[in-house]
């Protein structure tokens, strides 16, 4: 079960966006696999892509596209990522977005298509051709619950977050959701995210809302260490809320929805790692006092993905060793072995480098037993400090990923 994730909140509409999913059989019968996203006319979108090099087709003609047009649909579908396809993979792609051209009667690059599942098998392009015009039928502006179902792969719950702020006189709707629950470390987003506002955004600060956004949420979890080939967030922004265009960052309105924005994407990236493949156990492990903020994102995330220690939160061991070795290979510019501290919860394990003199190992397993569990580590080199979020590494994480393909 989830650790900590219960059934979806209220997803609120969001003014000029409309959502429709379908069971189109892209993989398996009788399963909603098939979601198309459309948004009014005027709508600005900005988005993050992966940084993996061998990138899905989707990817690459959704980011062409962008850069092309003022997307009015996006097309997401599951089972099969179209990844490792080559040049068949981008015709199949471009397929997918004619079709839903013809459907809205807008052009193929008003389109970016998405796909999520196994790699290195062709898309089978007629079965998501021929589910555009269902999606079409059942396009609602309260079709969030049923689209964030319809992304999932290996997930085991949907995920969505919403959030209503005033702003400038108006009350502004962000709304989103995201799917992932393996081959998680996005490395700039999550497996997919799709967040909706109708605030009156200007595009290229849009852009710069997403990646900060992105950095401080979905660029701050782990399950695996992986990176996905069809990693993308995107932001749409329809305006439909009234008022005078967001044009800069210096608009007090800015922060204020940035902060909105912020709060919905990291309620999506914990979901993904509470809903982790196999997991028993959510951590965060905050590092602080580093002389850079890359020195505590190193430190955090060598933690965050040490098989060792991963495992060791599996069995509820207090195996702090691990942890130490882990920071100790993480490859800091600055470690001073005898400044370092460690707490397991609100149990201080480490102190001046060395072991606590009061720590006992029955108050490390009380500790190790919970299923959320904070790990913090003080370096006391310096000012900065980073949060990572993360999970255990268990038994069923290793079935899941064994069987996915039979």
Request: charge should be negative.
């Amino acid at each position: 079960m989830p650790v900590g994730l219960n059934s979806l909140p209220a997803l609120h509409p969001v003014p000029g966006v409309r959502l429709g999913a379908i069971a189109a059989g892209v993989r398996y019968p009788d399963r909603l696999d098939l979601v198309l996203i459309v948004c009014d006319a005027g709508t600005e979108t900005a988005a993050v892509f992966t940084r993996n090099r061998f990138r899905a087709a989707p990817v690459e003609i959704a980011a062409r596209h962008l850069s092309a047009a003022r997307p009015r649909a996006l097309l997401i579908n599951t089972g099969n990522a179209n990844a490792g396809t080559g040049e068949l993979g981008r015709r199949d792609a471009e397929a997918c977005c004619q079709a839903v051209a013809q459907a809205l009667e807008c052009e193929a690059q008003e389109v970016l298509p998405f796909s999520t599942g196994v790699i290195g098998e062709p898309l089978p392009v007629e079965r998501v051709v021929a589910g555009v015009p269902g999606c079409v039928a059942v396009l609602d502006a309260g079709g969030w619950t049923n689209a964030a179902r319809g992304i999932m792969t290996t997930d085991t719950l949907p995920k969505g977050a919403s959030r209503r702020v005033a702003l400038g006189g108006e009350t502004v709707t962000v709304t989103g959701i995201a799917k992932g629950a393996g081959m998680l470390r996005p490395d700039m987003a999550t497996m997919l995210a799709f967040v909706a506002t109708d605030a009156p955004v200007a595009a290229s600060v849009l852009q710069v809302l997403i990646h900060k956004a992105v950095e401080r949420s979905f660029n701050r979890i782990t399950v695996d260490g992986d990176t996905s080939t069809n990693d993308a967030c995107v932001l749409m922004a329809t305006g439909r809320s009234g008022g005078a265009p967001i044009a800069s960052e210096d608009d007090p309105r800015c922060e204020v929805l940035f902060q909105e924005i912020l709060r919905v994407c990291e309620s999506l990236a914990q979901a993904l790692v509470r809903d982790a493949e196999g997991a028993t156990k959510f951590i965060t492990v905050t590092v602080t006092g580093g002389a850079s903020e890359r020195d505590c994102l190193r430190a955090a995330y060598t933690v965050a993905e040490s098989p060792l220690v991963k495992t060791a939160f599996f069995a509820s061991d207090p195996n702090w060793g691990r942890i130490l070795a882990a920071v100790g290979r993480a490859g800091l510019d600055r470690l001073e072995i005898e400044r370092v501290a460690m707490h397991l919860g609100n149990v201080r394990i480490l102190v001046n480098g060395g072991l606590d003199p009061e720590y006992r190992e029955a108050d490390g397993r009380r500790v190790m037993a919970e299923p959320e569990i904070a790990v913090r580590i003080d370096l006391g080199v310096g000012t900065h400090g980073a949060t990572v979020w993360t999970c255990d590494l268990s038994y069923e994480y290793v079935r899941i990923n064994a069987e996915y393909r039979t």
